[in-house]
């Protein structure tokens, strides 16, 4: 096999870093698959937050941890993913000292923040399927609101603290080792505290939904007690309806935590285990493991709202221009069967 060229981001500098040369058929596949990966993210949010923020039906505290949850990754789709993607390509850092500070500090604070919001879904879907006679009293639009509000605030603070502490305001030739290359530094301690901070609301989101998950096989069986000894005349598809959307809800909740577990978990585990306390943008793992979180980006909408039918109404009303008629904010979703 022939050896791989190796040449340097910037061959006028002696300090560059190097990169692979790739063939050009290559280098196109890798730019048309990342950018279909951005397309996906930027399009299937945004339709997200034009669905729930136009139609009043949709109005609801679900929705609103989905809108929170579709506008942190609608930015990272804008904001992160781009310049993710070119580094991932080229192996190199184009973009300057400034903006590789900016990119640090988006990459991590909307990360945390579309975590949480994870973490907030599975709270409320607990107490909806749970404990839905006094679901409207304990997780009311107000609350929500405000664990939105709180989420983004403390995200906010803590991954300043995080880029702050760990002195990557520096100047980039006090933290690189080479010209080209966009390092984050973070202490021992921090790691620890950055694996706590996701532990907790990763827990919470398996829990819950394990609970759920348990919950929803448990009315299965109790509707088809109640089917079975009910006369065969009643035997129809509206006593069957139930149960379907009790096992879709389950499975629902498997992709979840499935997706959840595959984009998340490799990362933290790595950022223990590796005692490089630079994290380089140069490193194929440490890209790879940062397009994994990424991509839970660009799947959430498919899983948080697809699955839902009031989500494929609305995008034919929004793609159809319907929503600029009068009163089409007014228009009921939910007339079919869900």
Not at 33 to 57: P, R, Y
Not at 159 to 185: A, H, K, P, Q, R
């Amino acid at each position: 096999m022939e050896q791989t060229e190796v040449q340097y981001c910037f061959p006028t500098s002696n300090s560059s870093c190097p990169k692979e040369l790739r063939p050009a058929a290559v280098y196109v596949v890798m730019y048309i698959s990342a950018a279909a990966v951005v397309m996906l993210t930027v399009c299937g949010n945004l339709l997200v937050i034009i669905s729930i923020s136009h139609f009043k039906q949709l109005h609801t505290p679900t929705n609103l941890l989905l809108l929170s949850l579709a506008v942190a990754d609608l930015l990272i789709g804008v904001t992160v993913m781009p310049f993710s993607l070119i580094v991932l390509i080229e192996m190199c850092w184009y973009f300057g000292e400034t903006v590789c500070i900016m990119f640090n500090m988006f990459r991590f604070l909307l990360s945390s923040v579309s975590i949480n919001n994870v973490a907030c879904i599975a709270i409320d879907r607990y107490f909806a399927i749970c404990d839905p006679l006094l679901y409207s009293t304990k997780i009311t639009r107000n609350i929500t609101l405000l664990m939105i509000i709180l989420n983004w605030l403390f995200s906010l603070l803590y991954n300043s603290l995080l880029i702050y502490v760990n002195n990557n305001m520096s100047s980039t030739e006090e933290l690189t080792v080479c010209y080209g290359d966009c390092f984050f530094v973070m202490s021992e301690a921090w790691r620890v505290v950055d694996l706590l901070l996701f532990i907790l609301p990763g827990s919470i989101m398996i829990i819950l939904y394990a609970k759920v998950f348990f919950v929803a096989k448990r009315h299965v069986k109790v509707i088809s007690v109640i089917t079975e000894q009910a006369s065969s005349k009643n035997k129809n598809r509206s006593k069957k309806m139930p149960i379907t959307s009790e096992r879709k809800a389950a499975k629902t909740l498997g992709i979840v935590v499935a997706v959840f577990l595959l984009c998340l978990v490799p990362y933290y585990v790595w950022n223990v285990i590796d005692s490089n306390v630079k994290l380089s943008t140069s490193s194929v793992m440490i890209n790879f493991l940062y397009w994994l979180v990424f991509f839970s980006s660009a799947v959430n909408p498919i899983i948080y709202a697809l699955f839902y039918p009031w989500f494929q109404k609305s995008v034919k009303f929004i793609v159809t221009l319907r929503i600029f008629k009068p009163a089409s904010s007014l228009l009921n979703l939910f007339y079919q069967k869900l």
